[in-house]
């Protein structure tokens, strides 16, 4: 069962010319605004988002978990789902692995399967937030009361090793990159220093830093809590940045988009840590309450548009060359429509961030005229961009829409009957 351009063409090919309508208008009525939305379709076309190995089966929660048909039973089955995704959007060209949630047993050649489907591997991610045989020496270790900060010597050397082990099998699958989330905290006042958990925390980083092979990135991700509820060790953007400093000149920070106390001005921190040359990659999401992993831009388009906003400022105009995921936790969703939704958000809050007249906006804000400003900004985001997102993904030979074409594939029909149903596909 496999989509690919060709297959997607002629799920599509009454949709062709009511495209090219609509691609025409909303090009000229841009145009007529002083964009360009060639410039657009092609900035659009250029940008990939990694999927989540882990997001490839339905999510749930500690209430409960109602898996879908035909969920993925390998790592294997998984990059199928991932090159479907794929094919569906043109824009998710690699995956991104949680250990040991997906614990390739033939590293060289899961990379020869994944290449052979056009995809590559993007940031690996450790996982010490469970106890598991190969974390912890055979039982022998637990993390329940920590990993990189844990007061233990031997539990902070096993934390370390696992994520050696994970820079090793990304190395054989050809990533560069090693992503670090860390549910090391505490629950009770007291319980732990917050001082000596930080120490401890630098040091294991640093450790690890030293292990990365050239041309490799650590990167360190906060959260503010949950697991840990009272403290969590690496609970915000300057906590992140103080162990990134820490860590080494490769150390760099990582932007979860649901990561953040309500309220909390995500652009702004996007611009700090662009300013210190220490942004380093973006989980995206969306979340109404806590990290809820919902699907990015479902709630909160307009902040999404801000921080592509950011990101085109730090990179001159284009899109920087960072690590950019999805993290989603979908409990109720195909998750193949859930991620294809999702990048199409992104791809759409890019396409309208690149609407902006940067030095019309810098210079009414040099005038402090916020008013101008504010036109400007939203001027870009009620434009149409639809089919600009939609020719971009046509032009990387994809469907012009990825979820009416996934459904008359009959894709997830067709993995059921392979793959059967009732079981959880490992991830979140
Ligand atoms: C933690 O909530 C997180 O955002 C981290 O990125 C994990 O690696 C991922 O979710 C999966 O649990
Ligand atoms: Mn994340």
Redesign the pocket.
């Known amino acids: 069962m496999q989509l690919n351009a060709e297959r997607i063409a002629s799920l599509e090919a009454d949709t062709n010319d009511r495209h090219e309508r609509a691609l025409t208008a909303a090009s000229s009525l841009l145009e007529l605004h002083g964009a360009s939305a060639e410039w657009v379709i092609e900035e659009v076309r250029r940008f990939t988002v990694a999927a989540p190995s ?1 997001a490839l089966g339905t999510g749930g929660t500690r209430f409960g978990r109602f898996p879908g048909p035909g969920e993925p039973r390998t790592i294997e089955e998984k990059l199928d789902d991932v090159a479907a995704l794929n094919a569906l959007t043109g824009a998710n060209r690699t995956v991104s692995l ?1 250990v040991p949630w997906d614990e390739p047993d033939d590293p060289a050649a899961l990379r020869q399967y994944a290449a052979v489907l056009g995809l590559g591997f993007d940031a690996m ?1 450790s996982n010490t937030f469970q106890d598991n045989p190969s974390t912890t020496r055979e039982g022998k270790i637990t993390f329940k009361f920590g990993s990189l900060a844990a007061a233990d010597d031997a539990t902070r050397d096993a934390a370390v090793e696992h994520n050696v082990r994970v820079i090793e099998l990304g190395q054989q699958l050809g990533s560069t990159a090693l992503s670090i ?1 860390l549910s090391d905290g505490t629950n009770h006042p007291g319980q732990a220093s917050f001082r000596r958990q930080f120490d401890r925390v630098a040091e294991s980083l640093r450790r690890i830093h030293d292990m990365l092979p050239d041309g490799w990135l650590l990167f360190t ?1 906060h ?1 503010p809590y949950e697991p840990a509820f009272y403290s969590t060790v690496v609970s915000d953007w300057g906590s992140s940045l103080l162990l990134a400093e820490a860590a080494g000149r490769n150390a760099r920070c990582l932007v ?1 988009l649901g ?1 953040h106390l309500p309220n909390t001005n995500i652009e702004q921190i996007v611009s700090r840590l662009a300013m210190t040359g220490r942004l380093g990659g973006f ?1 995206f999401n969306d979340s109404k309450y806590g ?1 809820d992993d919902l699907t990015v831009g479902s709630i909160r388009p307009y902040e999404l548009f801000l921080v592509m906003l950011e990101l085109l400022e730090h990179g001159g105009g284009m899109m920087p060359r960072l690590t950019y995921m999805i ?1 989603q936790s979908n409990n109720l969703k195909d998750p193949i429509e859930d991620l294809a939704q999702a990048t199409d958000a992104i791809q759409h809050a890019l396409a309208l961030a690149l609407c902006v007249d940067q030095s019309a906006l810098q210079a009414a804000q040099e005038a402090d005229d916020p008013a101008l400003a504010a036109e400007i900004l939203h001027g870009a985001y009620r434009a149409d961009v639809r089919p600009l997102v939609a020719e971009a993904r046509r032009r990387n030979g994809a469907a012009v829409e990825p979820v009416i074409a996934y459904r008359r594939s009959d894709y997830r029909a067709g993995v059921a009957r392979d793959r059967g149903s009732g079981h959880v596909a490992t991830g ?1």
Do not use: A, M
């Open positions: 882990w949680h991610n989330w991700e959260k979860d990561h989980h990290d993290d979140l």
